[in-house]
Structures are given as C-alpha cells and as structure tokens.
C-alpha cells in the first residue's frame, strides 16, 4: 500500500477482507517457502488473534490496522528469515500497546516465549505512532538493553520501523521529521551492526528523503539522468569479465550497484564534491551460483585470477572476507581494479549464499540448513554473538560503537551509567558534566570518575560508549578551576554560582578576622592604613581579595601583627612578621637569613627553659608550621624562634631541624601540642598503592569520609594497568587520627601499602 492513497481506494468491506486475507496467505506462503519448520496452526492463530484485537482499528492512511502487523510480519519472515515464534509476535507485536489485551492473555494463548518478546516490543515502542513521544537515545538505550533478553525484539522492532518509515508518508510533516530523524540516528546503524544491510540502506534513504525532500528529489533526478552514462561504463567494464566467467561455465550475476540516493548524499556533503564526481559506477558485484559440495572458496579466487588478467588491480585494496568474515557474518572477496575510464572499480565475488547474509543478515543463514531449522538454537547462536560484541569491551564492539559516534553523533555523545543508564552529552564533556547532569548535588561532589572501570580526573573527557561511574566525597565542593573542566551550560552555572556564594562567606570571615585583630587592638581609626598596607605587601589589588585570601587561609595573621604593624613602621617589617603567610615565601630563606645575620642570641621573651605549649587561641596559633616538614599535632616535634620571637614548629626528624639543633641550640625549644581538642584542622598527605578493582575508590572513599569522618581536602589517582597510586590529602587534627586512617585503609582489599609523606 505504499505511496497509495488507502481511503481513494473506495474499498467494499468484502474487498477490504479479502485484501486483508491475501496479505496473510502472502506471509504464510513465504514462511511455507522457508526452511524452518512448519508450525502453521500457531501463526493462523497468532494473525487471528491480532485481526480480532485490533479489529475496527485503522491506521492514520485510512487502511485496517491488522495490515500494519501482516506487514511487519513479512518483512520478519521474508526480508529478515525469521521463524514462526518472530512471525507470531510480529503479528502480535502491537496488541498489548494498542488494544486492552494483556501480556498474561498472549502468555495464555501463545505461551511465554512469544509473551516475553511482545512485553519486549511493547516496552520500547511508544514515540513511533503514539503521543508517547520518546528521546531518540532514550528509545535507543532500550533497544540495547532489551537486545539482552531476545535479539528478536530487536528483529521485529527493526521489521516494524521499517514499515513504518515506508508508509511514513501519511504521517503529519513533524511527526516525519521525529521518526526520520530517529530512523537515521538509532535504527540504521543498529541495522548495520546486525549485518541488516539492506534493511540499513533503506531505512537511511527513507529518513533522508522525509528529512531533506528537496535534495532527496533532485540526487534521484540525478540518478535516473546518468543512468544511461552508467549503463555504457558498464557495459564496456563488463564485457571482458563476462567472457571468462562463461567460459568457467560458472551461473552468476553481474551487477553494478547504484549507490543510494543517501550514501550519495553523504558523500557530497562529508566530502565536499559535487554529485558528477560521486555517481560513478564505483562497484560492481559478481554473485555466483553453486552446490553445497562445491569449493566456494576457490571459486571466489578464481573469479578473482579471471578478473586480474584482464583489469590491473589496485595493489592494497584486496579484502578477504571469505576466510575471515567480519563480526557481523558478512563473507565476500573483495579487489579494486582500475576500470576502462581510468577510476578505480570495487568489485565484490560472493556465492549466492553470501551474498543472502551479506543482504539479510545472519538470519539466511537458515536458508541454508540442511532439513528443517530450529530457530531456538539458531538464535541462540546469533544471540551470543550480538550480545557478545556489544558487552565485551574488544574492538568489534569498539566499532560498533564508533559507528554510531562518527555517522550520528558528531555534536553530542551517548555515555552510559554503571546501570545501563544512558546519557546524551555535548561533545567534550568531561566526568564533571556527567556528574553535574546527574544532579547538581553529585557534580558539587564529584572527585574522580570510574571511565570503563578505569580511574580518572573529574576532567577526563569522555567518549561516546563510555560506561562512566562518578565517585563523590562529602568534603568536595567546587573549585574554581572547574570551570575550565565542563562543555555543559548547567555545569557552569552551578560552579559559578558554588564558587560565589562560598566566595561571599570566606570574604566574610576574612572580613571579620581582620577587623576583630583591629578591634582587639583597638585601632579601628587605622583600620583603613592597616588593610592598604596589608595589601600592598601581598600585593593584592581589592579589598575584597585581600579579605579572601585571609578568609581561605591563604593568609594567615599573627595575633601580634597591628601591634607590630603600627609600632615599628620600618619598610621591611612586614616580611619579617609574615615569614610564611605567603604562599611564594620559602620560610627556610628566612631561617637562613637570620643565620647569616650570625643572630645566635635569642632576644626572646620565650623560657626556653620550659616546655612550650604548642595552642590555638581564637584561631590565632602561637606557632608556625615549618613547611619543609609540615608536621601536625601528634607528631614528635620541637620549636625554633626565629628572629621575630616566632616559634617554628619543625618535625623532630627533619633535616632543616637537625641543622639548626646543631648550629642554635639555644634557640631550640621543646614543645608539646595541647591536651584539649583542638579546633584547628592541619593537612597530611597520605599516599596509597594497591591494585585497581571495580569499587576501590568507593570503598576508600567510604572509608574515609563516612567511617572516619576524615575531610579530603585533595585526592590524586593515577591507574595504570591494574595498579594504582593515590596521593591523598586529609584534614586531620592530629597524627594520631592518621595513623588509624593508614591502619583502616590498609584493611581494605587491593590496598597494599599506605604511607604518610609530605
Ligand atoms: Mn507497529
């Protein structure tokens, strides 16, 4: 009924009948012609059971719905090879979506494997005639899936589109465009993957022509124009070869293969060449007839010698399909010779029955069995290789799945979740966005992605096919070098609205750290010379930056600083209060200085006689972390004043310690850490070897944050086949609290060694 106003038609009931039951003798009369078994009662059945539920029903184009299901159920049978339990569900296949019988009814009726295939269809159908518009990925992401449980839901559904996509015609323009559209994206190429080539081929001139009319109508004009110019090309190329063949005595065809109005299409417009230098006669086909018992193989070859005599061929375009068929079945021998017009032609030696799979797929293949085909254990074995390909990460299913990145998705990508969750992303997106569009909550989180269970950086960028798992921490929050990691629009706007508000609260407490110093001094009247001077010392240009970078910590005030600050107005003061409040000063330069000075006496005020308490006063130390060494509370440490009466907190075994024992031992001081719990957080880095598995990084992670309520402030991992290293920093108070962490963490499986470093 295709191109064919139904309703013009002016049918009788009685001649609609009869068209109705000539639709069907025509499936049943194919499915006789077939090799399977002949299970006719079940199908009568099944296409009586459909007729009766959808009766009264018609489709948009005005004709009975009951021939929708006759359709698809020849192309099943006829144009796919299926067997009776495809036919069966074929004509059932809109039964449960459409009328108000149930999956159980079809159960009790036809049994569960027939069930489960139309539960199968009806689960992904919706968005093809119904309201129930769907995501072109999203409906692709169910195809995948429900590939899983019967590769013949994928079969009929691919039967059902591409009835659809014939008869699209009386569809309204925007649903065309719809279904089209997801024609070309899901459906051809899952077509291809499962060695559909012709069903592929026509379902992409279908979408092209509903999507681009215009163009579709003028490369046909095209086509039809050059055709005569064609046919002489040929002719000429054929002539010699046919001679030989003949004189093999082999039965063959030899054809030429006009390329699809589509692929024409999409190599003047990928290639950016005219249709005069992509019409060309560009292959041709050789298919020959011969018995089971005969050597295909040779053949092939010997078509192959027949031709290299007479054409001179292309020395590396040679493929042999034949003692190594491709994943998907296809079997052919392939050479490229240089034609009478000076262009190379592709030609292409199959046997008939190669060329059936190379057409229709892995399902001829029952054509060829020898007595009556179960199609149970064939699907079986066709089954396993579908799913096989599409599970096993090996480079089939790599181009697979690069198939449809390159021909569909050049502007987006597909990703999937640890649970098959399917994704759309721009191109470039990174974990980070992947994270963001999962929630906000988890993007705010996010400290690392599992890519193909492999770790990396919240900044990898992903590629389509990518299974990617976010890993999170309680502790992580955005940074403002993550703007720079995400492609998505929702990604940045959360970061930047993360980063300013957390920006606005740290400027407020900066804020308030300064002024109270001030207050504390009661030198509000200066406050104004106090804060230009501090920031022209740390050479910050606002105010606003200056109250941050003490707010963050960046930072930090000595409680005696206004004092000192007011007090001594010496230029070089300041350098000397704020040995290491600058990220850029290196603290032992100071220490050095002040040895060259030859200062060996301590002016200090400091009893070095007695143990100096190391503590925490209003957020104000009276200690400074010696850098070179970093040690936290709980470490065996020891003090040195410096110059400016600060006491430097070194770790008992570092060496810049173990150079000023020597040389100032007057200056050295013993120090414990205060008893009380301190309110100060101090960072250690922990680094952690171990082999790679699915879920360490959770488990760690788990560990850390929710058992041991330790923040992450830094996480670094780095995998490489099999083994990973991960150099973490934590927010602790003391070394005691690390010492268990490395103990706990150490308990986890694959973890083979934890150390503290710095
Ligand atoms: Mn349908």
Redesign the pocket.
Request: avoid cysteine; charged fraction near 20%; aromatic fraction near 0%.
């Given at each position: 009924m295709d191109n064919v106003d139904y309703k013009s038609l002016g049918l009788t009931p009685e001649q609609e009948d009869n068209m109705i039951e000539e639709a069907f003798q025509d499936v049943l009369n194919g499915y006789l012609r077939s090799n399977h078994r002949k299970k006719v009662e079940i199908i009568k059945r099944a296409y009586q059971f459909a007729k009766e539920a959808h009766k009264g029903i018609r489709r948009r184009s005005g004709e009975p719905y009951i021939l929708?299901?006759i359709a698809?159920a020849k192309i099943v049978s006829q144009e796919i090879g299926l067997g009776s339990t495809s036919i069966c569900a074929a004509f059932l296949?809109?039964v449960v979506e459409d009328t108000e019988y149930t999956v159980e009814d079809i159960e009790n009726n036809f049994g569960k494997k027939i069930a489960i295939i139309v539960d199968g269809l009806t689960k992904i159908?919706g968005g093809?005639f119904g309201d129930k518009a769907s995501v072109q990925a999203e409906n692709f992401r169910k195809l995948l899936l429900t590939m899983a449980e019967d590769i013949r839901v994928i079969l009929i559904k691919m039967a059902?589109r591409l009835h659809?996509m014939r008869t699209l015609g009386s569809m309204l323009p925007s649903k065309q465009y719809k279904i089209a559209g997801e024609t070309q994206y899901v459906y051809a190429p899952l077509a291809h993957r499962l060695g559909l080539f012709a069903i592929k081929t026509e379902l992409e001139d279908l979408s092209f022509k509903y999507q681009h009319p215009d163009k579709y109508a003028e490369i046909c004009e095209k086509i039809k124009d050059t055709q005569g110019q064609r046919d002489e090309v040929f002719k000429d190329f054929a002539a010699p070869i046919r001679q030989k063949l003949d004189d093999m005595g082999l039965k063959y065809t030899l054809t030429t293969r006009v390329k699809s109005a589509y692929s024409i299409w999409h190599k003047m417009e990928t290639k950016h060449v005219p249709f005069e230098e992509v019409y060309d006669l560009y292959a041709v086909r050789i298919v020959f007839d011969c018995d089971a018992s005969d050597n295909e193989k040779a053949i092939c070859w010997n078509i192959y010698s027949a031709i290299t005599d007479i054409y001179r061929l292309h020395p590396t375009r040679t493929r042999d399909w034949v003692n190594t068929p491709k994943a998907n079945g296809y079997r052919a021998l392939h050479l490229t010779v240089m034609g009478t017009d000076g262009n190379w032609v592709e030609i292409q030696i199959r046997s008939t029955k190669m060329d059936d799979i190379a057409e229709r797929g892995f399902a001829a293949h029952w054509k060829y069995k020898i007595g009556e085909s179960d199609e149970e254990s064939e699907l079986e074995t066709w089954l396993k290789t579908i799913t096989d390909l599409l599970k096993e990460p090996g480079p089939n299913a790599v181009d697979f799945l690069d198939t449809i990145k390159l021909n569909l998705f050049a502007t987006e990508i597909i990703v999937f979740t640890p649970k098959g969750d399917l994704v759309t992303l721009p191109k470039d997106a990174s974990v980070l966005d992947l994270a963001y569009h999962l929630h906000t909550e988890i993007g705010s989180h996010c400290i690392a992605g599992k890519v193909n269970h492999r770790l990396v950086p919240i900044s990898y960028k992903l590629q389509s096919g990518d299974q990617v798992e976010v890993l999170t921490s309680k502790t992580q929050k955005p940074q403002a070098e993550w703007v720079g990691f995400v492609a998505t629009a929702k990604a940045k706007t959360h970061i930047e609205a993360s980063l300013k508000r957390e920006r606005k609260a740290v400027v407020e407490k900066g804020m308030a750290i300064i002024e109270k110093t001030i207050a504390d001094n009661s030198l509000e009247a200066e406050s104004n010379i106090l804060i230009t001077k501090m920031m022209g010392h740390f050479n910050i240009v606002t105010r606003e930056d200056l109250y941050f970078a003490v707010g963050n910590g960046n930072i930090e005030l000595p409680e005696n600083i206004v004092k000192t600050l007011i007090k001594k107005q010496s230029s070089g003061i300041l350098n000397r209060i704020w040995p290491f409040s600058s990220k850029n000063k290196k603290p032992e330069d100071e220490v050095t200085e002040v040895n060259e000075e030859g200062k060996t006496e301590s002016k200090s005020k400091i009893n070095t006689k007695k143990i100096y308490v190391l503590h925490t006063e209003n957020g104000v130390q009276n200690y400074l972390i010696a850098p070179c060494c970093n040690p936290i509370p709980g470490d065996d440490v020891l003090g040195f004043i410096d110059d400016n009466d600060n006491v430097i907190v070194h770790s008992m075994d570092c060496p810049t310690a173990n150079r000023l024992k020597s040389n100032y031992g007057n200056r050295i001081l013993a120090t414990r850490w205060e008893e009380s719990p301190l309110i100060t957080m101090f960072s250690a880095t922990i680094t952690i070897e171990g082999i790679d598995r699915m879920g360490i990084l959770q488990e760690l992670i788990h560990e850390i944050s929710t058992n041991m309520a330790i923040n992450i402030r830094k996480l670094n991992i780095e995998a490489t086949e099999g083994v990973f290293t991960c150099e973490l920093v934590v927010m602790v108070s003391d070394a005691k609290i690390v010492n268990r962490l490395c103990k706990q963490i150490k308990k986890i499986d694959g973890v083979k060694s934890t150390a503290r470093t710095n």
């Open positions: 929708h299901p698809v296949h809109d159908s093809i059902d659809n």
